[in-house]
């Protein structure tokens, strides 16, 4: 059995990973740490695991996580950079759900996240946590950066273009929408109920800090070397719990061809990319609480502009589900261990 | 592997009993049948499906259907009792669903369907599908009488007080309240989104086909001979998909104890009933997608009136998820195969 | 023009108030605090306010306060209580939208608010602000006690019935569920969206504040003076964000005749209070935003048993409508000036 | 009083425009028809009409309809236009909700609704009811075609920019989002409750019968006479009731200077047209129930693209608000007549 520590289980994705970790038949649960909520049992912030673990949140110390196996970070920007040096040191394999490992160029990190990187020297060690275009890499990583939501619908909704060359890169364009477990289990005002129920809107639109790290992965899977990526980023608040929609409009160039074709190509072998069937679009329920990624083509009236839609739950895919399936390459375990479930629906 | 059969396929208790069975371990769906929808894939009408299943919706025929090693029911009342009698004859295990053997009395069951039962032969061969009941007799039935929604958490909220004889049973009270897909997947004005989002209401208040199946259920368990068990039953709507929470008001008679310590060691070795610890109450969330009850007792300002939470998923353990537990029941299979994960939280 | 001025203008019950006052041909706005937003625009905190109001928030000040000729207190408990003194001296007429003037026991009010009560002497001389009762009073009153969100429906839907003396009046229970405003606008984790919607539950059942205000209510309109209210009153809560259902079961007596004749009788003069046809249940939506009560009786199977039905808007009907529908009374404008529009539907 | 009559008084739109003509102080309706709930009560239809209208559906009749000084179409396409050359004959003033006038080149109707048009002679005649633009034509118009709601919002959302000639108008995005109300009051399967909720799409991808009207009137503003408008539309159903949000993508061209002033000047004397402050964004609950239209304006990292957010109420400046504002124009009314009241918020 595999033994796995979470550090800052008591948000969203942290709940995500236990209750998909509870199932899996090779990880043991063993900490999970957490100074808030610090000897409260886990079941009773999250009701859905009464009988499936039977553990308390403890406050987190480096002896008791470095005998862990694994340890996932599931804590805001910020902690796990702190935390990371020892753990590192003395040989823990450390899975970060949060921002800090993702973009390469510190500069930017700073500049998005307005504070001073605490860890720069493992940032170039880190692997970015996107098996579809890394798994070779995860498989022996020590420390893996796993991806934002926004950035994995992004990236995984247009990576067949872009390896192909077969768009205009600088002037690409991402409207996307999420649920509003994205902003996470925080006691604000602006994500209650009350506020957000019966109501649609933009939000972050002068700038968010998905968009460098979307420009980072597009940049390193595009084929035309002589033009950097360039995305427009305007994300949208639903509202409704989980589920991501990115539409993704983009121009094709002369040597775009049957696009339906390379995507069904690109994806045939990925167990968790799913392309539609021409002229269907994807729902972000068919998703639900899975680590699936559906992806839709379509091109309006055969003209330039190529409208891609990819939808995933920005928990799972986006989060705790995608963190799941690096662990399972790098445990050398079926990839899609814990994973097979299909989505809830209705 | 046990080849599965399902009638009507295209509703709510169908699609959710096909989400559980891909992936059950021992089960192989070899027939899903729909006059409406025949030769249509199934993962067209319902896209989670996508990448689990590879069938189509085919004309129910016996032969068929005979050929499976069980066959589930997902139809509205009146199918299966017109379809039951040469299934039954040609040996096959039959799991229904709907409510056609659910009430021992036929004429009953007339008065409240308004119709002519089509096959009340077999209705006293039917064992009712409630485990924590009728547990032995679902291991070796060739029929099983699958319990409706509401009924499952009134009587699992109600059995331990009943069998105990700590209640007065004429005058009990069951507020109930459901998401709306008890209502099925039907193309009504009704059940839209629009007319019921942000909105709360009560419905068949005069009498619900659910009240007859109720008394049956508490009668057969209630230790006071002398008195009849009598309900009042009120449900309710709720603006949400899966869910139903019932609120049971009973008055302790002089017997009446700890009713804590009663219900607990009741259930304690019951792998689907979850009695909350005092002072906490169930969430329906707590139990979306599993074949979890979660009950709660209370006894405001410590007053003759006893106050019973009882939630359910309506679809699972109030439909599909508890017909699959009598299947693994009947098939001499683990009981709880299929049927361990966490609810999806948030 | 009535100078209207309002302390603590940042809940749900200010905001309603704004949105219904801005509609008044008869109130100007003058003053509007809140010590947190002190200096801020109105239309920043509710967007729907834009062109309507031209004010910020500002401190309270008792100078500027008695300047007006009315005073809404939208406060939490405790700080009407702690400013009234003053206000009340210098003549100023004041509606109380909190539970601070509601119960006339003060050790009732102490103990299930747990802290000591700031204004004792004023409690007496408050007029409960229900006009369907105490209009008369209410027209006169410089200090009135609006009521509670749960008492308002309960009172209005069980009122004929006492006063007629035609139920056993000690075994009442109200089963409420409310729309989550009637939690206030707090930053509370177990307000969110993400862990409301989609779920249901229960909560208070040991006992919760507005039970003394409903058993207050009713034992003063109870016509059988021999026998005390008793209500058992489970509240829940409802994933949307505005309604009051409260579903009241009480057993008749052996005089109770026609109910619906009753009800009918009883408020065919009431502007705000709609007995709905034999047969029909009210949905909460139908009087959202709305000063209506709308109320249903059956009698299920013609048993000893009545069920109630009342829906309310808790925003408008249970606190900020039914304050403006009391001010009207105070200052002898028409009863339903600004409250005549129809419900938003759908 | 203006005598009304609605036809088609059964979907959603009638019920709002019934629901907003009730509080029009020189509206008396006088009938409100509908083939297939003729004779039944308006108020057992919906529910919020109780107390305010006393009227039932009728069959629609020519004499009875011309006895309305303005008759308003909420009927599905291809209803106003094969009943309206009668009316027109006889010189009845008639407001079409429906998409039977709204564009002018009859063959391309024909290619997007699929049907001859059954009424060309009078399209001519139609003015397009956007008060915005036509104002004046629409004072003296006999029969106002009033536009859909998608292209409400887009029209409001691009007009300064294009009658400024600012923007490259060949390639323009928009990508909309709407809640189901704008799909009708239709009993499918597709807008159920339990289809849609918790969930988002997109949808009419591959083309939407909404894009034509949209190009339509954006040309018609145009100052750049060389370049046609061209549209990529992608809508998209959010799982709430009510409410438009239109995110434009537009590319600035070298004229382009201080969007957000232009803004400020070209709807200074709009009353219905709200532009936010620079950098707040609209929230479509800030606008629900009403005829406004708020917009804003933002330019990501100061780049060539532009971004406007457009949201409006579908059924209200979408559909019947805005038909009403055409109405008391017609009639020399305050154009804000019946239109005035703050949205309901929370």
């Known amino acids: 059995m595999i033994k796995a520590g979470i550090v800052g289980g008591t948000g969203y994705t942290g709940a995500e990973l236990l209750r998909l970790l509870v199932s899996h038949p090779q990880v043991e649960i063993t900490t999970v740490t957490s100074r808030a909520e610090s000897g409260k049992r886990l079941d009773m912030l999250f009701p859905n695991l009464r009988g499936h673990v039977d553990l308390q949140f403890s406050n987190p110390e480096v002896e008791q996580l470095t005998s862990c196996d694994v340890i996932f970070f599931a804590t805001p ?9 020892p753990l590192i040191d003395r040989g823990a394999r450390v899975i970060d759900l949060s921002a800090d490992f993702r973009l390469k160029n510190i500069a930017v990190w700073e500049h998005w996240y307005q504070q001073v990187h605490a860890c720069p020297e493992l940032v170039e060690r880190a692997v970015y946590g996107l098996p579809e275009i890394y798994r070779e890499q995860i498989k022996s990583a020590q420390l893996v950066a796993c991806p934002g939501c926004y950035p994995t619908s992004v990236q995984l909704g247009l990576m067949p273009l872009l390896k192909a060359g077969w768009i205009h890169t600088k002037d690409i364009i991402v409207n ?3 649920g509003i477990s994205g902003a996470g289990r925080n006691a604000k005002t602006g994500l209650l109920l009350a506020e957000n129920y019966d109501s649609f809107k933009a939000y972050g639109v002068s700038g968010h800090r998905h968009l460098p790290e979307i420009e980072q992965g597009l940049n390193a899977v595009n084929a035309d070397s002589a033009e ?5 980023f305007v994300p949208h608040l639903l509202p409704m719990v989980r589920g991501i929609h990115s539409t993704i409009y983009a121009r094709a160039n002369t040597q775009c061809d049957d696009v339906q074709a390379l995507y069904e190509k690109a994806y045939q072998d990925e167990p968790f990319v799913d392309v539609l069937p021409r002229g269907t679009y994807p729902e972000t329920r068919s998703v639900k609480g899975t680590n699936l990624c559906r992806v ?3 091109r309006p009236q055969d003209g330039e502009l190529l409208v891609l839609m990819s939808v995933i739950d920005n928990l799972a895919k986006g989060a ?11 445990f050398d375990l079926p990839e899609n261990s814990a994973l097979t479930h299909a989505a809830l629906l209705p």
């Open 320 to 330: 705790s589900a995608q963190a799941l399936q690096c662990m399972n390459l790098m």
């Open 77 to 85: 920007h910020g902690v796990a950079q702190s935390m990371m040096k």
């Open 228 to 232: 950097a990526v360039g995305v427009t």
């Open 296 to 298: 839709s083509i379509e």
């Open 176 to 178: 996307a929408a999420s």
